[in-house]
């Protein structure tokens, strides 16, 4: 009688015993990628998947995820569930997810099939290709949790046509195509460990426990029906970054070069997810600040690094300043986003004065100094009868393409600028590390596709803002003011009529 296989048996049966050499072309033509960035790798079954994940296992697992949240959906969409809650402000953060992270979780559904199918170890092949169904899986489920706020709500619609034009979703967008021009182990590094470690635990942790606190059921179900499969990508990245060092030392530098640069990039996408923990949630869990001290210092600093430390790996460049920066990024972003409120597809508003309360506890050294001052003035602005919006077009980091608004480390009155001139061209950066990331690849980089330079080029729509909010697709109703717009107006009526029940 044939004896059982246990888990790791039947993992490496369908995994390494389902490979194959090939013999009717060459090996580097079949996989001709995974070379030319200079990793070496020399025993592909040293991969280990600590999951062991097979294919049927797989299904069944995610299967039984999906009819708990679709139960949860068909019920909230029922009772009308968008009623109850915090209030309709909320929803504008929901807005930029859709807009700014769906699209993502579908460009790295692609490119991990793609590395499904050039990458020659058959255990990272498998591993892949499980990530690429899981990000397919979190598209739809995203899609689909929010699509019933598309009812009621403005803002929701035509994500796909935003995201690839939008001036503010070019920061999530230049990231991931940063990430798929590159070779197979920087996009694995870059998704793997920037992505997953730093956006996730930032976002699906501390922004999903302030969905479940506004009463955004829909949001909160889905963030815990893909956290389990955020845990395997985290342990995924790890994976990848000690299969690569334990390889070969020459390994070493390439790595350390990577973790450098996408750190980087991944702090000043996550920029966006501070203003949206800080300003968009009407019921507060946790500041920015706080999530950054939890989820990056104590869990990454004091924790990932030092165990990468035995290889070599130093704590990326820029790190010193992410620290400095937790006490301001949040209010620098929030600020920007609401004087060009009018370009963008989601409502902006003044925060109250209890609000600004919590954010003068939370940042005691900055908050009342620094940014209280600015809100004050824009509400003496609203309490004569008008709205301060930045009519002027911003200059844009090259690199990150953030518009240039973060201040020097160690002074928050003082805009940060940096320069550097590459074949007589001179090229604009937010920070050292964007030029340092800039310094590494120009060719890249010059190529960057930046919305203010295409407006004033007149490849989006027209020279004026009608045309330019056309093309974006952004209607009428879905930018602006939050107080007096559409969604307020609703909100208000809704509820006064729910009162007199």
């Known amino acids: 009688m044939a004896k059982k296989l246990g888990l790791r048996e039947t993992y490496a049966a369908m995994t390494r015993g389902v490979n194959w050499t090939p013999s009717y072309v060459k090996e580097e033509e079949a996989f001709p990628y995974h070379q030319f960035e200079g990793i070496k790798i020399h025993d592909w079954d040293k991969w280990e998947d600590p999951f062991r994940m097979t294919v049927?296992?797989?299904?069944?697992?995610?299967?039984?995820?999906?009819?708990r949240l679709y139960a949860v959906l068909d019920s909230f969409s029922q009772n009308q569930g968008h009623l109850n809650i915090s209030d309709a402000r909320y929803l504008n953060a929901i807005k930029i997810f859709l807009q700014g992270v769906t699209p993502l979780e579908y460009m790295a559904h692609r490119h991990f099939m793609f590395i499904s199918r050039y990458i020659p170890g058959p255990g990272t092949r498998?591993?892949?290709?499980?990530?690429?169904?899981?990000?397919?899986?979190?598209?739809?489920?995203?899609?689909?949790?929010?699509?019933?706020?598309?009812?009621?709500?403005?803002?929701?619609?035509?994500?796909?046509?935003?995201?690839?034009?939008?001036?503010?979703?070019?920061?999530?967008?230049?990231?991931?195509?940063?990430?798929?021009?590159?070779?197979?182990?920087?996009?694995?590094?870059?998704?793997?460990f920037s992505f997953e470690y730093l956006l996730t635990n930032l976002l699906f942790v501390p922004f999903m426990s302030g969905a479940a606190y506004n009463g955004d059921l829909p949001t909160t179900t889905f963030g815990f029906s893909a956290q389990s499969d955020e845990s395997r990508h985290m342990?995924?990245?790890?994976?990848?970054?000690?299969?690569?060092?334990?390889?070969?030392e020459a390994n070493v530098p390439i790595v350390q070069r990577w973790l450098d640069?996408?750190?980087?990039?991944?702090?000043?996408?996550?920029?966006?997810?501070?203003?949206?923990?800080?300003?968009?949630?009407?019921?507060?869990?946790?500041?920015?600040?706080?999530?950054?001290?939890?989820?990056?210092?104590?869990?990454?600093?004091?924790?990932?690094?030092?165990?990468?430390?035995?290889?070599?790996?130093?704590?990326?460049?820029?790190?010193?300043?992410?620290?400095?920066?937790?006490?301001?990024?949040s209010h620098e972003v929030y600020w920007t986003l609401y004087s060009f409120g009018f370009a963008a597809a989601f409502n902006t508003w003044i925060p109250t004065a209890s609000e600004q309360d919590w954010m003068t506890q939370k940042y005691p050294e900055t908050f009342d100094k620094y940014y209280r001052p600015h809100f004050e003035k824009a509400q003496k602005i609203a309490d004569q009868g008008g709205r301060f919006f930045m009519l002027?077009?911003?200059?844009?980091?090259?690199?990150?393409?953030?518009?240039?608004?973060?201040?020097e480390p160690d002074d928050p009155g003082k805009i940060c600028f940096r320069s550097t001139t590459y074949q007589g061209e001179k090229y604009h950066f937010c920070s050292d590390g964007c030029k340092q990331i800039f310094e590494w690849e120009p060719q890249k980089y010059v190529q960057s596709w930046l919305p203010v330079h295409e407006i004033y080029k007149g490849n989006c729509g027209g020279p004026t803002v009608p045309e330019v909010l056309a093309w974006y697709g952004i209607q009428p109703g879905d930018n602006g003011e939050y107080q007096g717009s559409v969604d307020q107006q609703n909100w208000a009526n809704w509820h006064k009529d729910l009162a007199t029940v």
């Open 56 to 67: 049927d296992n797989y299904w069944k697992y995610q299967a039984e995820k999906d009819r």
């Open 126 to 192: 498998m591993a892949a290709l499980c990530q690429s169904i899981d990000e397919l899986r979190h598209t739809q489920i995203e899609i689909h949790s929010m699509s019933p706020y598309n009812k009621y709500y403005s803002g929701f619609h035509s994500m796909r046509q935003m995201h690839d034009r939008v001036w503010y979703l070019s920061v999530p967008k230049s990231y991931f195509d940063d990430a798929v021009t590159a070779g197979p182990f920087e996009f694995l590094t870059a998704i793997s």
């Open 235 to 248: 342990t995924l990245g790890l994976q990848v970054i000690k299969f690569l060092l334990e390889q070969d």
């Open 261 to 329: 640069k996408w750190f980087w990039r991944g702090y000043r996408l996550n920029a966006l997810v501070a203003a949206m923990m800080d300003y968009m949630l009407p019921k507060k869990v946790m500041s920015w600040k706080e999530a950054f001290e939890l989820y990056f210092e104590q869990q990454m600093l004091d924790g990932l690094f030092p165990d990468l430390a035995r290889y070599g790996i130093k704590p990326p460049m820029g790190v010193e300043q992410a620290i400095k920066e937790k006490e301001k990024i």
């Open 392 to 407: 002027g077009l911003p200059q844009l980091c090259q690199v990150c393409q953030i518009p240039m608004l973060f201040t």
